[in-house]
């Protein structure tokens, strides 16, 4: 059986390198190392936005940063999904989009309501859910020190209690990326190289578990 994975996330997923300016190396990413850590068990669909929240609007983006609305275009794109991975709520803390991680909380909550309720065609089943909480944020090198965009590090830290809360309630997975990356200083938001390809090492674990199960 190919098990397929639909990698959801922002900036953190697409592979964002603020010390470069540029993207990380394709190799570096976080949903390409969990692929090549499970060794052609799975194929693993990377649709990470810059800036994307998990249910928020924000009006000064080129394209559509809401979650929430393009979600379902991605599971009908993508589907038959056996998995579904969320990483988001970095751009919702955001001082001017929610700014708690309460916020992102139901976000999240919003976002595991619609994979699990959208109908899929053919008789595809609704994917299983990991949800993974983002990186806590860093002080930066910025002359206020503050996370890129005004950000809450305390806020940040909220994070992974409220989704794991939401997930067990959902009877969905939940991974904590702060347990194995740390935010790059530059802008105390994004990863470097290591800590990207740290959390899709992590993955790979609990991915396979999951497959396993499911198989």
């Known amino acids: 059986m190919n098990f397929n994975i639909l990698a959801f996330g922002d900036s953190l997923t697409w592979g964002s390198d603020h010390q470069q300016g540029s993207r990380h190396a394709f190799q570096d990413r976080w949903p390409n190392v969990l692929a090549a850590g499970l060794g052609g068990a799975a194929t693993v669909v990377a649709e990470g936005l810059g800036g994307r929240t998990t249910c928020f609007d924000d009006h000064m983006s080129p394209s559509d940063r809401n979650g929430a609305r393009i979600l379902p275009t991605l599971l009908g794109s993508h589907y038959p999904v056996d998995l579904l991975i969320i990483m988001l709520g970095a751009n919702d803390l955001k001082p001017h989009i929610c700014g708690r991680a309460a916020g992102a909380a139901a976000g999240i909550d919003r976002l595991i309501e619609i994979a699990q309720s959208f109908p899929y065609g053919w008789g595809a089943a609704a994917p299983k859910v990991l949800v993974v909480s983002p990186p806590i944020f860093a002080a930066s090198r910025a002359a206020d020190g503050l996370p890129a965009g005004g950000r809450d590090i305390a806020e940040s830290q909220r994070l992974a209690a409220e989704y794991e ?40 674990p609990v991915v396979a578990s999951i497959i396993k199960t499911s198989s």
């Open 165 to 204: 809360a939401v997930a067990r309630r959902r009877g969905c997975s939940f991974f904590d990326a702060a347990s194995v990356a740390k935010a790059s200083v530059i802008d105390g938001v994004h990863l470097d190289a290591e800590n990207t390809r740290n959390i899709g090492l992590a993955l790979v």
